[in-house]
């Protein structure tokens, strides 16, 4: 792998199996384009698609073949039949463990970039030694991929849910409610305090329901499901156009499948046209 200067943490599986290569440029990630099909280029060296990556990060092994993640430069342009996509446009064309491993290359990726220097005392880091990780060679401070947990939950009362459009929202979409975890909050104090900042009602049986990684730029959403305690819908302007309760046959546009959002809305959705 001559040219690579290779994270010291990293040793290049030997193999003459391709490996699954996620190559990054900006926010956007090399896909190979088969037919109607994106794949994720399965190569034995980013060489032969001439790619000379400075730095690049294993990422374990997933079906069986070793994964590895690079970042290259802006002015590369990709060979025939491949293309730069962003992760949402791809969702569609890879398998789930696919898909989330696309998203920890992007995670450890712009972690990588974010981390060149101590946040401590500005001095250049190095690669800490069998551990992602980042040493301050000058004050000690170590830096880890950072992860920002954030909640989601769906809240139902009775044979109806809470559905919610976000000012962020670009769309005229409504989804359930999701928020940041604050510093010293647990997660289900995160998830009372977002419903009632948002919509002003209390909610009771908080339980949990999953977890997706978020590329975004680095969250973990964890997902929870509760029932309506009491109060009546308050909006806060600053975070909500309009929110409401909706039943499973008359909702109003909901977000795509690529989201654990979908996920919890289609799990209501299945519970009560099961009722019915
Ligand atoms: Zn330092």
Redesign the pocket.
Known sequence: MDGIIVNTNVVLQDTNEPSFWFIFKGNKMLVREVGHELMVPMILNPKDINIKPTRFHNLGVLHGRPCYAVDIPESFSPPPDFSFQGLWFIYDYLDDELFNMAIKAKQIIIWDRTSIF?S????KTKDKEKERAKE?P????VMFPRISPAIIVLVEKEDKVLLARAVRFKENIYSVLAGFVEPGETLEEAVEREVEEEVGIKIKDIRYFGSQPWPFPDSLMIAFIAKYKSGRIRINRNEIVDAGWFSYDNLPDIPSNISIARRMIDWFIQRHRGKK
Request: aromatic share 10%; glycine share 20%.
């Open positions: 101590c401590r005392c500005g001095a301050c000058d004050c000690g401070f």
